[in-house]
């Protein structure tokens, strides 16, 4: 008999033939608010069984997709650099390998580690956020290694004019005035998305998908839930221009199952993970 | 004294002068996700207190409609074949009298008994179908009788051209394909809703609706919840088109109170099944 | 050592350099379908540090607005007289002081309280009211002072046209038939408003906001929730424009925190009360 | 067909031939912390399916006990008065035929309706009183008609030396202070419960049951759950022991179902419901 | 990279090296009241790790124990029969390769299919029954493969004298009167067990522990909680006892994740299994 | 008016005639598994109004004991060493002005914190530790700061001989092993309390009481809960004890509110926190 594997719905793929590689970042120690993402890898693989492999939206099928899902991480809690180091060689180890790591968070901080490393291989990396919070603070009670810092972190490796943030919404007067001069930020919704699109063109893309962009009508299963946000429909027309790019690393982040109830929230996770995955897949630069 | 009678509210006249009879089908015994479907029906007629009998949408009230709540079954658990039987009995017993039955699920395999017993009656019978998932597969894990089977099953009945699906967007790659020869699928959404309508004409209509055609984000209390599904305006508007057709049979399923801690979904719920009472009485050929 | 203050996010002023006054009222004793809004006022103010001062949506800070909360009522339940004579005396101190006072919920019959204390200040008063439910019931199971009679006893101090209501879908028949001859009702959504603005002018208003105008899937943690609700979108809009009238007093009620497992709805009422705040404190008749 | 009749399982007997009537009163206005235990009687009954109607600890069985569920009272909200009326004239109802009243509470206040008709037809009522809280508070944020005074308000009917309370082990001082004048209080549990039904002998004897009286462990699913209780087997121990009275009428109360999220209070709270129903139908007082 | 492997906390050894085989028998479909154990095998694996490898009631430590865990069966919903055959085949693969099956419920009715293939193994098997039901049922509501009839099912197969249960508490008389001449039945706790224990002497043994048969202060969450149950240090010292025993198979089932908000009730069965797989393992016929 | 002051009920005496100081320390930062217990300080404080200020069990009140509640300390999350700085500084100033210092967690690392403060003051302090896990790891996942290693480090403060653990039922062997030569261990219960305290005489004396030492049965709401542990009534014996010792600091932590749906174990924490409050206020070194 054969010990228990338990991958996301259709990502049984071996290492080797993948393109896409997935791993969970179960990680929610700088939370200030609800926490509870660190549930989230586990809960979405074990809840990946509810979908369908098929999408009929991009007529697409997981099982013809190559993809590998090589499990969490353990990370260390109340040591946030330890825990980002973890994910860098993570990240890198799959990068190196030519293939496009997809990282399940945990918070949004988890996000720093794979930037990283992805910045380390990728120079001329731009950063693609999607998200409700600015995440533009200096340092948060003192802790630069914060969620709520991680973009101004991730500003910290890459500087100015590579940093596009859309469905903001939420933020203290500081970061939106300090934006202003560092990172490209569309309020509410993805309005500028086609140009920022075509400015980038082959430059290699980092996409960070903090999952609080959605409204909390559609996705209430997040510590800080933010009134006034896009619709699935939204996201997943957005999602879709996106991965046309030359996508080199992604993440989807910020689910936490303990506010999931109903798991409507989960199930709503995995549909835009599936779709994204399915059109990164699918795009000219994973061929 | 009196026993204690409990009824959908303003759904109290007696059997023979009504034109609608309600009944609950409480079996969720094939559900292969989230199971809990089996107290839709006790909880929906228990919180109905929570609505008004008037309607200001249709400025009809359930008050003036001559609508009958003949309880729920005890339908056996583990054997499905059981409970259709008991599930055909009720809907022919009712059809017999000259009224229409309102049956609430349950999973949406409870559709098969219902449909047994109009097809019976009615042999042009035409079926219209809302739903997120295609429901055609033609087996689920070796069972012929299951809730992911039971649009196929009616199939088995009916034949080509007779099914016309709406909201679908869920499925696998085989469903699909097969739907695509032998079933009129509309995806996403209610696009076609009105040729079909136009199509129909005055042939008897069975009307099966599975609450999870709603966006997840209106209706999360249920056992599969998919995103991008139609809002309850759309739903509404859908509901009151079909509601003009010469409805013989119409039920009402998939919403699992487990899984509504708010109440939302199943006040929701209620409110669907008042506009489509009072539409259907309303309508002419209930006259 | 201090004592330990607590106040809504952003609202620790002195009450004499204050123009907006807040105080819960946690009171409920009348609900007649599922209790708990009594605990709105407590929950808004500890999950009030989950939200930002600054509101993107207005360019504006609570750090640069003056607002005292003066916490909350301890109100008797069973008598709702008493309840109400506690609630007046509050309003008219804060009248009388020449600021406004913003009132959290508790159940929609608190606003009676409240209005009774403004309507003695200012004689011309007139009441814009948001809510899904008509509450012109006349009396409820013997109750004359009830949630769903509130703004009929309203009425018995107004009288005929000074009562606007929006986004109206639910009530008994004759509800709506003794409502079309005493206060004007948009159904559904805030058709009219900009007309109902036009007229009072700079009249006194008392506006009262009972929070399941929205739809229940921005807002499902409501005792009665109505499918077919105004989205957050239009609720902001709709505030920001009641906002800049000469508002007298207002209030929010109706959140229901143990029907809010995920804190969305709560975090919702936040960001809307933020929002009326903020844009009542910058409208022209406060400064 | 006939309409849909609903009772308490095994209680479906008729008026005429039952010993015992069982009523519910879904009434709790005047709870101060959480409330819920409106929704006691609807879900007690709904659930009551779960059980068995064996007694394998009394080898008794509900089939054969004549037993009738009358339904529930529809009560004010508001009007503490009125809801005691409605309830004293139910329990009148029930004591005038001969018969003996199970009131399913809703709050605890609900107990002194069913007093004042107790106590009219039998001038030399006892009062056997299971509770952790004592109750004799002379008002509550002023009211009298209040949860936390209602075995004072059933003093100023019986006065001294006939209320007998045990496990009470919450209250304020000067509660504890007036009752060693005025009542017999055991605290924490049991001890004296022999002696005391030795002294009634066959004196007519009113039996509230406030189940916080059990541990929160048993039965976390009340509105102020008390550490400290008694177990199951205590309580059942001892409810057996009061059965052999003389009882003329009794309640169970403050189960508050939003708060038993597993069922398993619910469920305590009808195997409690059974077994006192069996052992009071088997007394001698009963044929 | 590996794939995911994830296994019981501590069960991570080969097959070939195991005395224990572990898998999940992750069914529900003719559970009559609340369903969700058929997340119980999830569940309890992924919170198996909130849990720590060492006993110290035994100064044993799972580190030292060659346990595999070989995974969830995927068991059709709807039919009984297959899904009662899968079991079997799993079970009878394990005891074919001389080691201890221990199935993970999934509802009581999968023990059927693990006795089938012990029996077939051992013809002179003996089963010891911990629950709170007699699950002596001959049908429930027509269907013969119920929950409720399985100790009826597996005397079918065994016959009178070889099966003894303790603990019992619940079921309808038919079901006492019948087991009082087939099967020996010890009511409410654990007396008589050790005369059991001796005169079984060292014939095999099935042990069969529905953890329901605590009591629900400890164990919620489950579908049917039924008060007056054992402690969990009873459990455990009646469990140690049995492991003494020559165990040939082994289940536990009956926990429900969906009713146990606080995770205790999954936490409490993992530490009763953690035990019993110790014991047994530690045991003179697992050497 | 006044600003809004919100203190645990009965505890709102001026700092400077307080014997006891309570604050709160909201982290959780380091939980390794479900976390949560950041929200305990807020909640309990917010639900002491369901309480009694008046013990049945001591015949003391609150409002005769002068207790002074200095509200929660802001904590940075991610650096466990700054968190534990504010705590140490908060725990000294109290300490220093004669007081004694209760601190309500989050997690049992905060402990660490106001040990250093207490041992900075009393060099021959004793610790006396309640709780279900030993606590003695020396890292976590690369973390010595953390939950699983508090007593450790509290070891590193204190040495040999000056660490009493009552309750202890889990831990890794190497904790056990190691605890053997350097703290003194009861497991499961409270055996040799009675000696301990008898040896420690007037020694100052540092009281930890995490609540997991009850078991889940009692107190499920946290966030390791370990079957086996001890009654109410034996936590309560044990802390009155415990409270007659020379105690100059104190904690109680481990709540988790978003595992308690029921509020019962919040109710429970309360408790023993007002009795533990009383009797350390009442005993002979307080006055």
């Known amino acids: 008999m054969e010990k228990n594997i338990e991958t996301f719905l259709g990502c049984d793929n071996e290492f080797e033939e993948s393109r896409i590689v997935i791993f969970g970042a179960p990680y929610d120690s700088t939370t200030s608010f609800r926490p509870g993402t660190r549930f989230a890898p586990k809960t979405m693989r074990s809840e990946s069984f509810g979908l369908e492999t098929y999408s009929p939206y991009q007529d697409l099928d997981l099982e013809d997709a190559d ?16 825990a980002l180091k973890d994910i860098e060689n993570r990240t890198a ?9 997809l990282m399940i968070g945990g918070e949004h901080l988890v996000t720093l580690g794979a930037v990283r490393a992805a910045a380390k291989k990728y120079p001329d990396l731009n950063i693609i956020h999607f998200d409700a919070h ?5 340092e948060y009670l003192g802790a630069e290694l914060s969620h709520a810092a991680v973009i101004r ?20 007067r500081s970061e939106f005035k300090w934006g202003k001069d560092h990172v490209k930020t569309s309020l509410f919704g993805f ?7 075509s400015d980038i063109g082959d430059k290699p893309v980092y996409f960070t998908l903090d999952l609080d962009v959605l409204d909390p009508s559609v996705f209430p299963g997040t510590g800080t839930p933010e009134a006034g946000g896009v619709t699935f429909k939204e996201l997943l027309a957005a999602v879709l221009k996106v991965s046309k790019l030359n996508i080199v690393g992604m993440d989807i982040n910020e689910l936490s199952p303990m506010l999931d109830q109903s798991g409507a929230s989960t199930a709503t996770a995995l549909k835009v993970m599936r779709e994204l995955m ?4 699918d795009n000219k630069f994973s061929e």
Do not use: H, N, T
């Not at 993809?67 to 330890?82: N, T």
């Not at 972190?153 to 203290?172: C, K, P, Y």
């Open 67 to 82: 993809i590998f899902d090589s499990g969490d991480l353990e990370l260390c809690f109340g040591r946030p650099e330890l």
């Open 93 to 101: 180890e799959i990068i190196d390998c030519g293939k496009i790591p």
């Open 134 to 138: 600015a995440d533009l603070r200096d």
């Open 153 to 172: 972190r991730v500003w910290d490796i890459l500087g100015d004019g590579r940093i596009f943030q859309f469905g903001i919404r939420s933020g203290d």
């Open 191 to 197: 309005e500028g998305l086609d140009e920022v699109i």
């Open 278 to 281: 399915l059109a990164v897949y």
